[in-house]
């Protein structure tokens, strides 16, 4: 049974949630330890929960640990069975980060379909324009294939959300993944959400931030603007920046108190940091892609505009379970970086 210490690195559920995933495809058990040993409030938390449920329930595992606050868990998966499943997190965990813990397996199992509950758009987690914007896209090259639609928002602290995804069976793919900046592109897609029971000003003065931020760098923004039904008020800013096969995404995310003004230029500056590098593939893309990337083999090749905590910590979880998996990685913690596998 593999160990793993759940202290190390970036220390969070992040260590859990691909081990998870890479115990259900190489159907190898492991034991955690010290889950969250460093945080506020060590050990799991409910979406925790939900990720190791779903996991257990899609492979009939055998779990042992898994209760709020545990800093130990045993799993020993079964066989990957695709279908439809439907899992709550009965908070604002997040959605995004469940089905990214189960929804490779089930690509590798066949044709499946989630029904997810919980958080959309939350803190610290992709939201749900980034998989279907960012992730999704840019893994088709891989040979994974998602539909995803958004049903109901879901933001802090109600939840409440709904997420629906088809999961395509996975068709294994040859040509290598090239992911090289810099872009050309100058037109950014910028989309400005406000919930039904907030005022719509605040919708437009979000765009209009966000707009002309990007207007005096140069760039072309295409705006668009949403009203969302969710349980708990709530606004965001995405900008979504395409190009060929490359992808890049940013958010903000409006709370009391906080200015429309300062939620766009939240998310604008977090794009214009990345432009400046020069780089293909943004901070939280960098480390999601290394466990796609490690599964199917492909030879790759992408430039990061920074390597984080999260995408180091990453890697030393994945070779855990796939030693051979030994990318070339040029740069260090928070600098942009590139990294290469089997790319002649």
Same mark, same amino acid.
């Given at each position: 049974m593999i160990r793993i210490d759940g202290s190390y690195g970036e220390g969070g559920g992040q260590i859990l949630r691909t081990s998870l995933t890479l115990s259900l495809l190489t159907g190898k058990a492991f034991e955690l330890v010290n889950i969250r040993a460093r945080r506020p409030k060590p050990g799991l938390r409910p979406q925790h929960l939900t990720c190791i449920k779903a996991a257990q329930k899609i492979s009939g595992a055998e779990v042992e640990g898994a209760r709020v606050g545990s800093l130990y868990l045993a799993f020993k998966p079964g066989k990957v069975k695709a279908g439809s499943y439907q899992f709550d997190i009965g908070t604002a965990g997040s959605t995004a980060l469940v089905f990214q813990t189960v929804g490779l397996a089930l690509a590798m199992a066949g044709t499946a379909k989630l029904l997810l509950k919980g958080g $959309?758009?939350? /803190?610290h987690a992709p939201c749900f324009h980034y998989l279907a914007e960012v992730y999704g896209p840019v893994l088709e090259a891989l040979g994974f294939s998602f539909v995803f639609e958004l049903r109901r928002y879901g933001f802090y602290p109600a939840g409440g959300g709904e997420v629906v995804i088809k999961i395509n069976s996975y068709q294994p793919v040859k040509e290598p993944l090239v992911l090289k900046g810099p872009y050309q592109r100058k037109r &950014?897609?910028?989309?400005?959400? &406000?919930t039904e029971d907030l005022p719509s000003h605040i919708r437009t003065r979000q765009a209009k931030a966000a707009s002309e931020l990007l207007v005096k760098q140069g760039f072309e923004p295409i705006v668009l603007l949403e009203k969302?039904?969710?349980k708990s008020p709530g606004t965001v800013v995405f900008l979504a920046y395409p190009e060929g096969e490359k992808r890049a995404g940013f958010f903000a995310l409006g709370k009391k108190g906080k200015p429309a003004e300062k939620v766009a230029e939240e998310a604008v500056l977090a794009f214009f940091d990345f432009y400046r590098t020069?780089?293909? &593939?943004? /901070?939280?893309?960098?480390?999601?892609?290394?466990?796609?990337?490690a599964l199917t083999g492909v030879p790759f090749y992408f430039d990061s505009s920074r390597l984080t905590r999260h995408f180091f910590t990453n890697l030393w979880v994945i070779r855990h379970f796939l030693p051979g998996f030994i990318p070339e990685v040029k740069g260090d913690l928070d600098t /942009?970086?590139? &990294? $290469?596998?089997?790319l002649g």
């Open positions: $959309t758009h939350v /803190p &950014v897609k910028v989309l400005s959400i &406000v969302a039904k969710a020069g780089k293909a &593939v943004d /901070p939280y893309l960098s480390d999601q892609l290394l466990l796609p990337l /942009p970086g590139e &990294v $290469t596998h089997l």
